[in-house]
């Protein structure tokens, strides 16, 4: 499976030293080429060694995402820092390049319930949490 990965924060770059040791081609978009560094840490070898891409450019400019390799993408993954960026580039992902499975990470509970009603498949570490601390306190 080919998965294009953009935003390689800790998140992202995370997922993306998982998916290639599964065995899975992945390219990760970034707009700072230093954040490739994450990729290269705990792998042997650097990044491209072990079989990854990496790209630099703005997660907004479609030149990006096709130089990343969005028109080959089974998966993508917005892992950006922004939400309003992340919802965006997902749409793109999965309406204009129809990208099979895009998942999209939204830091605000209810804009990702929200887009989750829309069709896309949506990760909100902060809804996640408030659950957890409901259950840890025993709260309904």
Do not use: C
């Amino acid at each position: 499976m080919f998965i294009l990965i953009v935003g390689a924060g800790r998140v992202g770059s995370e997922v993306a030293k998982v998916a290639v040791a599964a065995g899975h081609e992945v390219s990760v978009l970034d707009e700072d080429p230093l954040s490739h560094e994450r990729l290269d840490v705990g792998g042997d070898g650097t990044w491209e060694d072990r079989g990854g891409r990496f790209t630099v450019g703005t997660a907004l400019e479609i030149d990006a995402l096709i130089e990343a390799g969005i028109e080959e993408a089974d998966a993508f993954i917005a892992a950006t820092h922004g939400d309003n960026t992340n919802l965006v580039i997902a749409q793109i992902a999965a309406k204009r390049f129809e990208v099979g499975r895009v998942i999209v990470r939204v830091m605000d509970p209810y804009r990702a319930a929200w887009y989750a009603e829309q069709g896309l498949e949506t990760i909100s570490p902060t809804a996640h949490a408030i659950q957890m601390f409901r259950q840890a306190l025993e709260i309904r």
